[in-house]
């Protein structure tokens, strides 16, 4: 029987949806304002271009993983990874107008983690699993760089 592991995080970011989308998917830029995360479009010639069943190239802190793109829209990007009927992850990110902050959005980042090994690969299994650090980081400066060019667009 296959087990499933969801995980999600969120931050509420003073910046439109459509900044916060343009700053996250604008990948090329991610040194600038975030170490440790690149994407790279395998086949796109633009991140906002990306249709479903474009492959990226992912390295999340050395972790190297090349997913299918299975949404983008103004609303929320998600990807989906897998190893054959062992573990897939499906990962979304979206772009919600806030519902604490006018004009602001709230992003949010989840993944939902399914198969027939998860159980077993799944290290906090006999826990209540919280965010990665890395995932707590990443929305913190995505805060800080879409707040910045918000205020630039002003």
Same mark, same amino acid.
């Given at each position: 029987m296959a087990s499933t592991h969801s995980v999600s995080a969120? &931050?509420?970011? %003073?910046?439109?949806?459509?900044?916060?989308? *343009?700053? /996250? *998917?604008?990948?090329?830029r991610y040194d600038q304002w975030h170490k440790g995360w690149t994407v790279e479009p395998i086949e796109a010639e633009k991140p906002s271009e990306l249709q479903i069943g474009d492959r990226l190239k992912v390295n999340m802190h050395g972790m190297v993983f090349r997913p299918v793109v299975a949404e983008n829209s103004p609303e929320?990007? &998600? $990807?989906?990874?897998? %190893?054959?009927? &062992?573990?897939?992850?499906?990962? $979304?990110?979206? /772009?919600?107008?806030?519902?604490?902050?006018?004009?602001g959005t709230t992003f949010i980042q989840s993944e939902k983690f399914t198969g027939l090994l998860t159980a077993l690969l799944w290290p906090w299994r006999n826990k209540k699993y919280e965010p990665s650090e890395n995932w707590k980081t990443f929305n913190a400066a995505l805060k800080k760089e879409a707040e910045k060019s918000s205020q630039i667009y002003h």
């Amino acid at each position: 029987m296959a087990s499933t592991h969801s995980v999600s995080a969120q &931050i509420e970011i %003073l910046a439109p949806p459509a900044t916060v989308r *343009l700053v /996250f *998917l604008d990948f090329a830029r991610y040194d600038q304002w975030h170490k440790g995360w690149t994407v790279e479009p395998i086949e796109a010639e633009k991140p906002s271009e990306l249709q479903i069943g474009d492959r990226l190239k992912v390295n999340m802190h050395g972790m190297v993983f090349r997913p299918v793109v299975a949404e983008n829209s103004p609303e929320c990007f &998600i $990807w989906e990874g897998s %190893l054959s009927v &062992i573990i897939t992850g499906k990962h $979304w990110f979206y /772009f919600s107008p806030s519902k604490e902050n006018p004009g602001g959005t709230t992003f949010i980042q989840s993944e939902k983690f399914t198969g027939l090994l998860t159980a077993l690969l799944w290290p906090w299994r006999n826990k209540k699993y919280e965010p990665s650090e890395n995932w707590k980081t990443f929305n913190a400066a995505l805060k800080k760089e879409a707040e910045k060019s918000s205020q630039i667009y002003h």
